[in-house]
């Protein structure tokens, strides 16, 4: 069962406003905080996790730094976190609530907030996991926040940064926050591929007419998997284009041709997902058609039986009787007069059929 079916934690109903207070499943492992400084030139990575290597940057700096918080459950680490980069309390709510629907929030011209979903498919489960993710872009520096650390969704841009490959290096904090909400799109096309997959499988079974239960309670599992991608791509559409939009200073002219393909990359995910979304409704009465045709030839081959056996019935029900005075009863091969007759009637009932098309 994935984390956005569990309920809605009572913890923080009747608390003020921005009280940070973390909504989601229990993690038992600690909070990991990483901070990389880089420029086109070097970079230099502090895998301390000590607060005290989250200090906000100074203006002037050179670096572009990048604040990696793996684990949001520990509150107060969050709110130390807040408090070193001046992050407003209402976005540090939204940082720690796993329930909260995906949006973009600017803050003046200091801060711009982003919080959204990390999708995964889960293969032992055969089903849709989601992982909140929140980003914070500043004038020079990126604070991302991951609800788990099993598996670092943001590895291939830490890779570039170190192999200077690409063009993070040469960029600054603006391009670093683009290069990580274009991982989290990414993840959403290798999803849908998934998908489509375990869509095929099952269009391939229902043709082949090797279809039952399983296959509809999968198909109605793949309906609900479909309506909750949607749910959370959906926002992120809407975000990418207020981004475009926003005449904020964080974001320079020289991102908006990324801003745009990204922009293009959430809708190709959106026009595949509702293609599915119409394919498995498709797919159900194709299934269902199925299973009345199997079964309407089922019927058609008891009632075909039927009608042969019928006047065989009324036959051997007529000589069934007591009577005492039955001529035929006294024929000398009346036994055998009587099967020839239900043979002959038995072929020509088949021949009759099969001229009808029946058989």
């Known amino acids: 069962m994935t984390k956005r079916r569990h309920r809605y934690s009572e913890k923080n109903l009747g608390t003020s406003p921005g009280t940070v207070t973390y909504v989601g499943q229990e993690i038992e492992h600690a909070t990991h905080i990483r901070r990389v400084e880089y420029n086109a030139e070097t970079y230099r990575i502090d895998e301390s996790g000590r607060l005290s290597a989250c200090r906000l940057p100074a203006d002037d700096t050179p670096f572009v730094t990048w604040v990696d918080v793996d684990g949001i459950h520990q509150s107060q680490v969050i709110e130390a976190i807040g408090d070193q980069y001046k992050l407003h309390p209402l976005l540090l709510e939204d940082v720690v609530n796993t329930h909260q629907k995906p949006k973009l929030e600017p803050y003046d011209d200091t801060t711009m907030f982003v919080t959204l979903k990390m999708l995964h498919y889960d293969d032992s489960l055969a089903e849709i996991d989601s992982e909140h993710v929140s980003l914070v872009l500043g004038k020079n520096f990126v604070v991302s926040f991951q609800e788990e650390r099993t598996n670092d969704i943001f590895d291939p841009v830490l890779n570039r940064i170190k192999a200077s490959a690409g063009k993070t290096r040469r960029n600054g904090a603006d391009y ?124 058609k081959t008891l009632t075909i039986f039927s009608a042969i056996f019928m006047p065989l019935t009324f036959i051997v029900g007529v000589y069934g009787m007591n009577f005492e005075h039955m001529p035929e009863l006294s024929w000398h091969y009346g036994y055998y007069t009587v099967w020839g007759i239900m043979g002959v009637v038995t072929v020509a009932l088949v021949i009759y059929f099969k001229k009808r098309g029946w058989m």
């Open 176 to 299: 670093l926050f683009y290069a990580l909400l274009d991982v989290i799109v990414d993840h959403y096309f290798s999803v849908l591929e998934r998908v489509g997959e375990r869509l095929d499988i099952l269009e391939d079974h229902i043709v082949q007419q090797q279809a039952g239960q399983p296959t509809l309670t999968m198909l109605y599992a793949l309906k609900r998997e479909l309506n909750f991608m949607r749910r959370v791509v959906w926002p992120v559409r809407e975000m990418i284009g207020m981004m475009m939009r926003e005449e904020s200073v964080l974001i320079k002219a020289t991102l908006q041709p990324y801003l745009r393909d990204l922009y293009d990359h959430v809708s190709q995910v959106i026009e595949t997902l509702d293609s599915y979304r119409e394919l498995i409704p498709g797919l159900m009465d194709l299934h269902l058609s199925t299973v009345s045709n199997r079964m309407n030839s089922v019927m």
